[in-house]
Protein backbone atom coordinates (compact mmCIF):
# COMPACT_ATOMS: atom_id res chain seq x y z
CA UNK A 1 0.00 0.00 0.00
CA UNK A 2 1.16 3.73 -0.19
CA UNK A 3 3.58 4.94 2.29
CA UNK A 4 3.64 8.49 3.25
CA UNK A 5 6.34 10.29 5.13
CA UNK A 6 6.43 13.44 6.98
CA UNK A 7 8.78 14.94 10.17
CA UNK A 8 6.33 15.07 13.44
CA UNK A 9 7.89 18.47 14.28
CA UNK A 10 8.60 21.87 12.87
CA UNK A 11 9.73 25.45 14.71
CA UNK A 12 9.84 29.11 13.40
CA UNK A 13 9.53 32.30 14.52
CA UNK A 14 6.48 34.93 13.28
CA UNK A 15 7.21 36.31 9.77
CA UNK A 16 9.15 33.50 8.96
CA UNK A 17 8.49 30.90 5.88
CA UNK A 18 7.74 27.42 6.93
CA UNK A 19 8.41 24.77 4.60
CA UNK A 20 6.49 21.31 5.36
CA UNK A 21 8.33 18.37 3.77
CA UNK A 22 6.47 15.09 2.35
CA UNK A 23 7.19 11.88 0.85
CA UNK A 24 5.27 9.24 -0.91
CA UNK A 25 5.51 5.69 -2.55
CA UNK A 26 2.67 5.34 -5.23
CA UNK A 27 2.85 7.95 -7.87
CA UNK A 28 -0.53 6.70 -9.58
CA UNK A 29 -2.22 9.97 -7.78
CA UNK A 30 -4.18 12.23 -9.43
CA UNK A 31 -4.42 15.20 -6.55
CA UNK A 32 -2.03 15.15 -3.58
CA UNK A 33 -3.16 17.45 -0.26
CA UNK A 34 -2.77 18.63 2.54
CA UNK A 35 -5.17 19.33 5.29
CA UNK A 36 -4.67 21.66 8.26
CA UNK A 37 -5.69 20.21 12.07
CA UNK A 38 -6.45 22.98 14.59
CA UNK A 39 -6.39 21.83 18.23
CA UNK A 40 -9.52 19.99 19.09
CA UNK A 41 -10.47 20.20 15.80
CA UNK A 42 -11.40 17.71 13.10
CA UNK A 43 -8.87 17.97 9.77
CA UNK A 44 -9.82 20.51 7.05
CA UNK A 45 -8.62 20.51 3.71
CA UNK A 46 -5.90 23.51 2.98
CA UNK A 47 -4.89 22.91 -0.50
CA UNK A 48 -4.17 20.41 -3.39
CA UNK A 49 -2.16 19.86 -6.29
CA UNK A 50 -2.93 18.36 -9.12
CA UNK A 51 -0.17 15.59 -10.33
CA UNK A 52 0.36 16.95 -13.65
CA UNK A 53 1.66 20.16 -11.91
CA UNK A 54 4.65 21.12 -10.41
CA UNK A 55 3.66 24.14 -8.56
CA UNK A 56 0.60 25.89 -7.18
CA UNK A 57 0.24 29.18 -5.10
CA UNK A 58 -2.39 30.35 -2.84
CA UNK A 59 -1.85 33.34 -1.42
CA UNK A 60 0.79 32.55 1.42
CA UNK A 61 0.57 29.15 0.57
CA UNK A 62 3.02 27.34 -2.43
CA UNK A 63 2.84 23.98 -2.95
CA UNK A 64 5.54 22.12 -4.76
CA UNK A 65 5.45 18.80 -6.30
CA UNK A 66 8.42 16.88 -7.51
CA UNK A 67 7.01 13.45 -9.67
CA UNK A 68 10.68 12.22 -9.73
CA UNK A 69 11.16 12.18 -6.34
CA UNK A 70 7.92 11.36 -4.98
CA UNK A 71 7.89 14.62 -2.83
CA UNK A 72 5.88 16.86 -2.11
CA UNK A 73 6.04 20.77 -0.17
CA UNK A 74 4.09 22.97 1.42
CA UNK A 75 5.61 26.27 2.22
CA UNK A 76 4.09 29.15 4.03
CA UNK A 77 4.92 32.62 3.70
CA UNK A 78 4.66 35.21 6.81
CA UNK A 79 4.05 32.63 9.16
CA UNK A 80 1.72 33.65 11.86
CA UNK A 81 0.99 32.51 15.27
CA UNK A 82 -2.37 31.47 13.88
CA UNK A 83 -0.77 28.57 11.59
CA UNK A 84 0.35 26.69 14.57
CA UNK A 85 -1.59 23.46 13.69
CA UNK A 86 -0.75 20.21 12.58
CA UNK A 87 -0.41 19.87 9.09
CA UNK A 88 -0.84 16.02 7.38
CA UNK A 89 0.11 15.61 3.58
CA UNK A 90 -2.60 12.71 2.37
CA UNK A 91 -1.81 10.87 -1.30
CA UNK A 92 -4.93 8.45 -2.57
CA UNK A 93 -2.59 5.29 -3.52
CA UNK A 94 -2.69 1.38 -4.48
CA UNK A 95 -5.20 2.73 -7.24
CA UNK A 96 -7.65 3.51 -4.50
CA UNK A 97 -9.01 6.64 -4.36
CA UNK A 98 -9.11 6.25 -0.32
CA UNK A 99 -6.12 8.98 1.19
CA UNK A 100 -2.98 7.61 2.75
CA UNK A 101 -1.81 10.41 5.68
CA UNK A 102 1.04 10.78 6.89
CA UNK A 103 1.91 11.26 10.72
CA UNK A 104 1.50 14.61 10.60
CA UNK A 105 3.37 17.93 11.17
CA UNK A 106 3.31 19.63 14.72
CA UNK A 107 3.75 23.66 13.28
CA UNK A 108 4.85 25.71 16.01
CA UNK A 109 5.18 28.89 15.62
CA UNK A 110 7.19 31.50 18.26
CA UNK A 111 6.35 35.18 18.54
CA UNK B 1 -24.64 22.96 6.76
CA UNK B 2 -23.77 20.61 9.04
CA UNK B 3 -20.70 18.56 6.87
CA UNK B 4 -20.27 15.26 9.17
CA UNK B 5 -21.42 14.47 12.55
CA UNK B 6 -20.22 12.36 15.02
CA UNK B 7 -21.61 11.66 17.84
CA UNK B 8 -20.19 11.36 21.24
CA UNK B 9 -17.78 13.70 21.33
CA UNK B 10 -16.33 12.26 24.48
CA UNK B 11 -16.09 9.10 26.18
CA UNK B 12 -14.78 6.98 29.10
CA UNK B 13 -15.50 3.06 29.19
CA UNK B 14 -14.23 0.67 31.46
CA UNK B 15 -12.29 -2.17 29.82
CA UNK B 16 -14.78 -4.75 28.26
CA UNK B 17 -17.61 -2.31 27.60
CA UNK B 18 -19.40 -2.04 24.22
CA UNK B 19 -20.24 1.01 22.55
CA UNK B 20 -21.16 2.65 19.28
CA UNK B 21 -19.93 5.55 17.55
CA UNK B 22 -22.13 7.55 14.92
CA UNK B 23 -21.27 9.20 12.01
CA UNK B 24 -23.80 10.63 9.61
CA UNK B 25 -22.85 13.11 6.58
CA UNK B 26 -25.57 15.10 4.60
CA UNK B 27 -23.53 15.93 1.20
CA UNK B 28 -24.46 12.70 -0.21
CA UNK B 29 -21.23 11.37 -0.40
CA UNK B 30 -20.78 7.63 -1.47
CA UNK B 31 -17.71 6.47 0.60
CA UNK B 32 -17.49 7.29 4.61
CA UNK B 33 -14.28 6.10 6.34
CA UNK B 34 -13.10 5.57 10.27
CA UNK B 35 -9.94 6.54 11.43
CA UNK B 36 -8.00 6.47 14.54
CA UNK B 37 -5.66 9.18 15.37
CA UNK B 38 -3.04 8.35 17.59
CA UNK B 39 0.13 10.77 19.27
CA UNK B 40 3.09 9.86 16.45
CA UNK B 41 1.30 7.68 14.26
CA UNK B 42 -0.92 9.77 12.65
CA UNK B 43 -4.13 9.49 11.02
CA UNK B 44 -4.55 5.05 10.12
CA UNK B 45 -7.86 3.99 8.75
CA UNK B 46 -10.01 1.26 10.75
CA UNK B 47 -12.68 0.69 8.31
CA UNK B 48 -14.14 2.39 4.78
CA UNK B 49 -17.69 2.05 2.93
CA UNK B 50 -17.39 2.63 -0.89
CA UNK B 51 -21.30 2.30 -0.86
CA UNK B 52 -24.43 2.02 0.86
CA UNK B 53 -24.77 -1.81 1.82
CA UNK B 54 -20.34 -2.61 1.41
CA UNK B 55 -17.72 -2.30 4.33
CA UNK B 56 -14.29 -3.40 3.75
CA UNK B 57 -11.49 -3.38 6.32
CA UNK B 58 -8.99 -0.62 6.27
CA UNK B 59 -5.07 -1.12 7.82
CA UNK B 60 -6.29 -1.55 11.61
CA UNK B 61 -9.61 -3.22 11.51
CA UNK B 62 -9.12 -5.82 14.64
CA UNK B 63 -11.51 -5.25 17.64
CA UNK B 64 -13.90 -2.64 15.78
CA UNK B 65 -16.97 -3.79 13.73
CA UNK B 66 -18.95 -1.38 11.63
CA UNK B 67 -22.44 -0.65 9.67
CA UNK B 68 -23.05 1.38 7.08
CA UNK B 69 -26.97 1.86 7.82
CA UNK B 70 -28.09 3.52 4.80
CA UNK B 71 -26.41 6.58 2.95
CA UNK B 72 -25.91 8.88 4.97
CA UNK B 73 -25.00 6.93 8.50
CA UNK B 74 -21.75 4.82 9.29
CA UNK B 75 -21.27 3.44 12.32
CA UNK B 76 -18.60 2.00 14.41
CA UNK B 77 -18.88 -0.67 17.02
CA UNK B 78 -16.59 -1.16 20.08
CA UNK B 79 -17.93 -4.59 21.36
CA UNK B 80 -15.19 -5.01 23.93
CA UNK B 81 -13.29 -2.17 24.86
CA UNK B 82 -9.77 -2.11 25.42
CA UNK B 83 -7.13 0.01 26.57
CA UNK B 84 -4.89 0.01 23.30
CA UNK B 85 -8.50 1.52 21.66
CA UNK B 86 -7.82 4.75 23.63
CA UNK B 87 -7.50 7.37 20.94
CA UNK B 88 -9.42 9.84 19.08
CA UNK B 89 -11.98 8.51 16.44
CA UNK B 90 -12.81 10.43 12.89
CA UNK B 91 -15.43 9.87 10.67
CA UNK B 92 -14.75 11.17 7.37
CA UNK B 93 -16.68 10.91 3.62
CA UNK B 94 -16.62 11.78 0.47
CA UNK B 95 -13.10 11.33 -1.87
CA UNK B 96 -14.05 9.61 -4.70
CA UNK B 97 -13.37 10.68 -7.84
CA UNK B 98 -10.33 12.66 -6.80
CA UNK B 99 -12.43 14.69 -4.14
CA UNK B 100 -11.28 16.41 -0.95
CA UNK B 101 -12.63 13.99 2.20
CA UNK B 102 -14.68 15.75 4.51
CA UNK B 103 -14.54 15.11 8.56
CA UNK B 104 -16.16 15.25 11.59
CA UNK B 105 -14.82 16.93 14.74
CA UNK B 106 -13.69 13.73 16.33
CA UNK B 107 -14.56 11.39 19.53
CA UNK B 108 -12.20 11.54 22.27
CA UNK B 109 -12.22 7.91 23.41
CA UNK B 110 -10.68 6.88 27.23
CA UNK B 111 -10.14 3.33 27.81
CA UNK B 112 -9.67 2.28 31.55
Known sequence: GEDVEQSLFLSVREGDSSVINCTYTDSSSTYLYWYKQEPGAGLQLLTYIFSNMDMKQDQRLTVLLNKKDKHLSLRIADTQTGDSAIYFCAVPGGGSYIPTFGRGTSLIVHP | ?112
Open chain 2, 1 to 112: NAGVTQTPKFQVLKTGQSMTLQCAQDMNHNSMYWYRQDPGMGLRLIYYSASEGTTDKGEVPNGYNVSRLNKREFSLRLESAAPSQTSVYFCASGGEANTEAFFGQGTRLTVV
